[in-house]
């Protein structure tokens, strides 16, 4: 992990205690620095994570890889009952500052402090790819799944148009870190990120990997032209 006086910027072998400083460092703007980074897309899939979810009132929803809880909130909406869950002890005490009334608890997405079968449904937007193991987390998101239970992936992934994919890339690698050194509280951060959304794999490789894990079902949609996916399946 390389150290800055802005903070730190984990390894792309993404040791659990490196993303977790990482994240602590970018805590205090996060949200503000994403919706930034994203033209404003950032809300509408959430947006289109909560529908992909339909969830009914009274259920239960984990959102894994919960942050601040900004995603966890927007769950809630459909009058589920959603926890988050998250590795950075730094983004859940920021999230608790602004958002007291959401269930934010700390948890490993390899190690999640759930029984077996506890929720009717499990998400996890943006993280996956921050995880050691993403085979393994996506095999304890469905230990804590119930049988028929509901799986949302919501990721960065590959644009499907070719000319739009290299400008994305040139935007993902050159201006997305400098855009970052004007608002966040940890720009360096910003490059690993960048890094691991080009390594990450495209739509039919992550569906794959859901399937191996215990997943049926598995489909896709693709989300302002596939710079993020929506990965949906059910717990077998």
């Not at 095999?139 to 239970?149: D, F, I, M, N, S």
């Not at 960065?156 to 855009?179: D, E, G, H, I, Q």
Request: contains cysteine.
């Amino acid at each position: 992990m390389s150290r800055t006086p802005q903070g730190h910027r984990a390894s792309l072998d993404k040791q659990p205690h490196e993303v977790a400083a990482m994240f602590d460092g970018v805590a205090a703007r996060y949200d503000l620095t994403n919706t930034v980074l994203s033209f404003g897309q950032d809300r509408g899939w959430r947006r289109a994570t909560r529908a992909a979810l339909a969830l009914e009132p009274g259920e239960r929803v984990l959102d894994v890889g919960a942050g601040t809880g900004v995603s966890t909130e927007e769950l809630a909406r459909s009058g589920a009952y959603a926890v988050g869950a998250d590795l950075s002890l730094g983004m859940l005490a920021a999230g608790r500052r602004v958002r007291p009334e959401v269930p934010l608890l700390a948890g490993d997405a390899l190690r999640l402090p759930f029984a077996d079968a506890t929720f009717d449904a499990v998400t996890i937007s943006f993280a996956l790819r921050n995880v050691s193991d993403p085979d393994a987390a996506l095999g304890e998101l469905a230990r804590v799944t119930r049988p028929g239970g509901r799986l949302v992936v919501c990721e960065f992934s590959t644009p499907v148009n070719p000319a739009f994919r290299t400008l994305y890339l040139s935007y993902l690698m050159r201006s997305l870190p400098a855009v970052a050194r004007t608002v966040s509280s940890n720009p360096d951060a910003y490059v690993y990120l960048a890094e691991s959304i080009r390594a990450w794999p495209d739509q039919p490789a992550l569906a794959a990997r859901i399937g191996a894990a215990g997943w049926g079902g598995v489909a896709w949609r693709n989300l302002t032209g596939g710079i993020a996916a929506l990965h949906r399946a059910v717990r077998t």
